[in-house]
């Protein structure tokens, strides 16, 4: 079983940054894909970024290419989100994922990942 957990959120101005981290702990995650979701208040969660299994290759949502990356040590325990020229409209709670079944087809669902982080909120102020 592999148990992740979130921090680094935080007040930030818009045009700010924040860097979060994901701690794996458990079963060792090799061959998981890694991602990191969103959701603001009376909204779906949001895929923001992630890793497909070992192959290194990163995706990410439309809106947040070029303001957020994806990375990880070279052990694979730790999961970071880098972002930068942050807006207003990206306040929400940001949760890390994984899952070792999916299909890079359903990386962006959030049905599809079996682990969950406990999030954390992430506040940009106008």
């Known amino acids: 079983q592999v148990q992740l957990g979130e921090s680094g959120g935080g007040l930030v101005q818009a045009g700010g940054s924040l860097s979060l981290v994901c701690a794996i702990s458990g079963r060792t995650p090799s061959g998981y894909t890694m991602a990191w979701f969103r959701q603001a208040p009376g909204k779906e969660r949001e895929f923001v970024a992630a890793f497909f299994r070992n192959y290194g290759r990163t995706y990410y949502a439309d809106s947040m290419k070029g303001r957020f990356t994806i990375s990880r040590d070279n052990a694979k325990t730790t999961v970071f989100l880098q972002m930068h020229n942050l807006k207003p409209e990206d306040t929400a709670v940001y949760y890390c994922?994984?899952?070792?079944?999916?299909?890079?087809?359903?990386?962006?669902?959030?049905?599809?990942?079996?682990?969950w982080g406990q999030g954390t909120q992430v506040t940009v102020s106008s």
């Open positions: 994922a994984a899952s070792e079944t999916i299909i890079l087809g359903r990386i962006r669902s959030y049905e599809a990942y079996q682990h």
